[in-house]
Structures are given as C-alpha cells and as structure tokens.
C-alpha cells in the first residue's frame, strides 16, 4: 500500500458469557485504534424491543415477523460504545434480567439472525482503521474472512464467578447454571451455533488475568498487522 497506510485489520473475538470478551475488546480496540462493536448488545436490544411491544417469544413466526421494524443504531467507540432502539438509549435496559434471560430464544431466530448479521457487516465494512467485533458467530458466520479470531474460554466456574461479581451480589451457583443452559441453548441452536471457528486461536482465560488476556490479544493484532 502506498505511504505505508495500514489496511484495516478486522478481528473476531467469540466465546461464551463470562470469559472477559467485552473488557478484553473493548479495551484491545482502544490500545490499538480500532472501532468496536458488542453483538450480543444489538441482540439483547431486539429482544428488548420485543418485550417492550409485547411480542409473543414463545412464537418464532411471531418473532421473524417484525425483526425489521426496530432501528438499532451501535456506536463503535470503544471508550464510550453506545446502542440506541428508535432512537432511545437502552445501554441500562438491555442488560436487565428480564432481557437477559429471554435473548437465547429471540437471537435463535434466523430472521433476527439475519437482519442483525447484516447490520454487523455493514459496521464492519465502514471501519477505516479496523474493528474488534465481539461475540458468538462472528468467526463462523459473520467475518469468517476476518484478519484474526480469537476464541476465549474459561472453566464454568471462573465465569459464572466473574458474571455474578458483575451482578452484584449474584449467586454464584444460580449464575453457573444459567450460564452452562445459555451455553447450551447458543450452541445447539440451528443458524449460527456458538462455535469455535477452524482458524481461531483460542486463549483460555480461567487462570489469567483481565491484563494478561489483553496483552495476549494486542499481541496476536500486532503480530497479524505486521505479516500484512
């Protein structure tokens, strides 16, 4: 490329609930000047707006018929990433436990998966220095030509730890078990299963720290940045 400009360098980084996947994103596309996007966000703000409008979840036609009508907007600055539905922020919402524990049955839904792999393309694709894109199908499904994924995992117990520190006050084994039936509701699912792709590193995380993983990330960009 002339004067040295750097092409945009897209990285994948999947795995399931309580590996650190947000931290280490967001802040691997801070370090390194990069947008980022937090997938299962434009997820749980669909399953929002659906609980919000009274759809029935328990009918996926009912689901797929109005996948369409809600606008999600994602900000991609990793220091303050923001996710708007028709305009309202619903950072704080969509993080509820109601939200929480209906977005497995709503993001199985092809015509919700389809409508929101769509958006993360588009955001993708419009990133002038590169994107980390966090979540569960992006190295499968969504970037499979992504420049690097990364696959981040870690011991039942050490996530269902992490998540209910976030939760404040969680309990621990409650937490574990919701965490392993969101596993393998994402797993089994049919479009778009929570899945290692073929060519992702995997990094577990259950003995590192927060630092740790984010170095080991900032050093596999680096190290795929300078082989371009």
């Known amino acids: 490329m002339e004067n040295g400009a750097v092409k945009p360098v897209i990285v994948a980084i999947d795995g399931p609930s309580g590996t650190g996947k947000s931290s280490t994103s967001k802040a691997v596309a801070a370090q390194l000047g990069l947008s980022y996007l937090d997938t299962g966000a434009q997820y749980r703000a669909i399953t929002w707006w659906m609980v ?17 009508k809600p606008e999600i907007v994602s900000g991609t600055d990793p220091a303050h990433p923001t996710i708007t539905v028709d305009g309202v922020d619903v950072s704080a919402p969509i993080r509820t ?33 590169g994107i980390v894109v966090e979540g569960r199908d992006i190295g499968t499904t969504v970037l499979p030509d992504a420049d690097l994924k990364v696959f981040l995992t870690a011991s039942a117990e050490a996530r269902a730890a992490r998540r209910s520190g976030e939760l404040k006050g969680a309990d621990v084994n409650a937490t574990r078990e919701a965490l392993i039936q969101r596993d393998a509701a994402d797993s089994t699912r049919k479009t778009s299963p929570l899945a290692k792709a073929g060519d992702a590193v995997e990094v577990d995380t259950t003995e590192l720290t927060l630092a740790q993983v984010i170095e ?11 082989g371009q």
């Open 52 to 68: 919000t409008n009274g759809i029935d979840l328990t009918d996926p036609t009912a689901i797929a018929a109005v996948a369409g």
């Open 97 to 129: 436990q109601d939200v929480t524990s209906k977005v497995s049955a709503v993001s199985a839904v092809p015509e919700v998966r389809a409508r929101i792999t769509e958006l993360q393309r588009t955001l993708a694709s419009s990133a002038e220095a």
């Open 216 to 226: 080991c990330v900032v050093t596999l960009v680096e190290e795929k940045r300078a």
